[in-house]
């Protein structure tokens, strides 16, 4: 699954409302422990392959956003949340795969914990591949 996984990396960094607040601050799996805050760990969470007709193959695959904001910025956390949303909004394009399309199934909510504010938005990536 890393052509979808790339597809995805390259569409985050490729979003300027994404890059304006939190620069290089978008993680895979884990961010540094003493990484400043904005910042956007995304992960994949499940994959499920399901042979279609043909010989092709759809791939499910869910991907956690977990987004982390200072104190101070409780309502910003919801910018970055819908610049994610506004970002995958359109297919991406993967090595292998005709195309790769998210679908937004739960929205997160705000908590806050270690003096941050945290919120978790799940999508769903779909592909099928060529």
């Known amino acids: 699954m890393k052509p979808i996984m790339d597809a995805l990396k390259t569409r985050l960094y490729a979003t300027s ?3 304006t607040p939190l620069s290089s601050r978008i993680y895979l799996d884990e ?3 003493n990484a400043s805050l904005p910042l956007v760990i995304y992960s994949a969470v499940s994959t499920v392959a ?3 007709f043909s010989g092709v193959t759809r791939y499910d695959m869910t991907v956690d956003f977990q987004i982390m904001y200072a104190n101070s ?3 910003d956390i919801w910018t ?3 610049a994610i949303q506004t970002a995958l909004s359109t297919t991406m394009t993967a090595t292998g795969f005709d195309r790769v399309s998210a679908v937004k ?3 997160g909510v705000p908590s806050f914990s270690n003096d941050a504010w945290s919120m978790t938005d799940t999508y769903r990536l779909t592909a099928f591949d060529i």
């Open 50 to 52: 399901t042979p279609m």
């Open 73 to 75: 910025g409780t309502t």
């Open 17 to 19: 409302a994404l890059t």
């Open 31 to 33: 961010g540094p422990a």
């Open 105 to 107: 199934i739960n929205g």
């Open 80 to 82: 970055i949340s819908q």
